[in-house]
């Protein structure tokens, strides 16, 4: 496995993407894969933070228009992607990262896939045919999600968003993966044991087809 790989986990938050992260990552280096980085979206670049705290914290409280959002999200993965991501996968580093594309056809997509249709047009237009080799997608029913990051000390502009809301972004997460390959869906409802062992199991039976 000379070749870096780009692994992306996705859900709903509260869905346990950050752990999951550590734990994918303890299992590549358990078969030798040693060159590993993390990454999240939006950030991991100064300008693609900046950007996060603009999305994220919006401390100014002026409206941010969802073609806004959709485009300060591109502007900070062409950061990533062309400073972080693809220099790393040419060295043969592994990169794990927490949200990509599907993030923002699910979260800014909006309804009857009016938004998604310009999304998938940037992301041509910006990417061509370059995609995550893997995708976990974690699900994770809202009101579970809800009550698990309502336990942190603060939540951000997005997660205080109405359970109706993150309701229709799972929907359109299940529409969304239909249009894509190398997609696994893991049940994140249920304790982290559980979770940890089928992300395991998909991981090792991905690792054998590549």
């Known amino acids: 496995m000379k070749s870096g790989k780009f692994i992306v986990l ?3 938050d509260g869905s346990g993407k950050t752990k999951a992260a550590k734990y994918i990552k303890k299992i590549l280096k358990k078969k030798g894969i040693m060159k590993i980085k993390n990454v999240h979206e939006p950030g991991s670049t100064l300008i693609a933070e900046k950007i996060r ?6 401390q100014n409280k002026e409206k941010i228009y969802y073609k806004t959002e959709i485009l300060l999200m591109y502007a900070a993965r062409i950061q990533l992607i062309n ?15 927490d949200r990509h594309n599907l993030s923002t056809l699910a979260y800014q997509g909006g ?11 940037l ?7 370059f995609e995550p080799n893997l995708t976990i997608f974690l699900d994770v029913k809202p009101k579970i999600g809800i009550k698990r990051f309502l336990k942190r000390n603060k939540i951000d502009r997005i997660e205080s968003k109405k359970k109706n809301f993150f309701l229709e ?5 299940f529409k969304i993966i239909k249009l ?3 997609i696994i869906i893991i049940d994140a409802n249920k304790n982290i044991k559980n979770v940890q062992k089928n992300i395991k ?5 991905w690792l054998n087809t590549i």
Request: hydrophobic content about 35%; charged content about 35%; cysteine-free.
């Open 111 to 121: 309804k009857n896939g009016i938004h998604q249709n310009f999304i998938l047009k």
């Open 201 to 205: 199991k998909n991981i090792y039976k």
């Open 169 to 173: 972004v799972r929907n359109n997460y």
């Open 10 to 12: 996705e859900g709903l």
């Open 83 to 97: 400073n972080i991501i693809k220099p790393s996968l040419k060295k043969g580093k592994w990169i794990i990262g």
């Open 180 to 182: 894509f390959k190398n």
């Open 123 to 129: 992301k041509k237009k910006f990417f061509k045919k």
């Open 53 to 58: 705290k603009i999305i994220k914290k919006n």
